[in-house]
């Protein structure tokens, strides 16, 4: 461009390709390659797709790849290793002191299931006699805080009884 305004023929012109191709040597030097108009229509193309499906509402039941509660995921990991069992036994033995009285969470301590009847390790032969009282009493407390069918009975021994296999 000249003072007056009008533009001349000359090395003004070829200054923006001249830039270009500067800036594609230092591309390439760094290991850049370049991509054709064909190629990169391409990639805008998968781009955008991606983009339609980030953008669509979740279906009803949840595609694949959406999020899921962890509380969920952990009831169906327990249901297919056959885990269930042993969880709901350590649920309701974790949960005894916090259930019962506490004169009875006291002296009485909760060891684990056998089948569906908690094992109940008592200080005393008194206090096996008082748990087989109350023993509906216990279930019903324990089945209100833990659900139907977790406890079906109790069976209390004493300190100083031989233990048997049971799940804690």
């Known amino acids: 461009m000249t003072h007056s305004g009008i533009p001349m023929a000359g090395a003004d012109d070829d200054a923006p390709r001249a830039l270009l191709n500067r800036m594609r040597r230092i591309a390439q030097a760094n290991g850049h390659e370049r991509i054709d108009a064909k190629r990169m229509?391409?990639?805008?193309?998968?781009?955008?797709?991606?983009?339609?499906?980030?953008?669509?509402?979740?279906?009803?039941?949840?595609?694949?790849r959406d999020p899921k509660p962890l509380g969920g995921v952990f009831d169906q990991l327990s249901k297919r290793y056959g885990w269930e069992a042993g969880l709901s036994a350590g649920r309701v033995v974790a949960s005894w002191e916090?259930?019962?009285?506490?004169?009875?969470?006291?002296?009485?301590?909760?060891?684990?299931?056998?089948?569906?009847?908690?094992?109940?390790?008592?200080?005393?032969?008194?206090?096996?006699?008082?748990?087989?009282?109350?023993?509906?009493?216990?279930?019903?407390?324990?089945?209100?805080?833990?659900?139907?069918?977790?406890?079906?009975?109790?069976r209390p021994v004493t300190a100083n009884s031989v233990r048997r296999n049971i799940r804690s």
């Open 41 to 64: 229509a391409g990639i805008k193309r998968r781009k955008d797709a991606r983009r339609k499906t980030e953008e669509r509402p979740a279906s009803a039941d949840g595609a694949p």
């Open 98 to 154: 916090k259930i019962v009285p506490p004169a009875i969470g006291l002296t009485c301590k909760a060891e684990g299931m056998d089948e569906k009847s908690l094992v109940v390790r008592c200080e005393s032969a008194s206090w096996v006699a008082q748990i087989k009282l109350h023993e509906k009493q216990l279930v019903g407390l324990l089945c209100k805080e833990l659900g139907t069918g977790a406890v079906e009975a109790i």
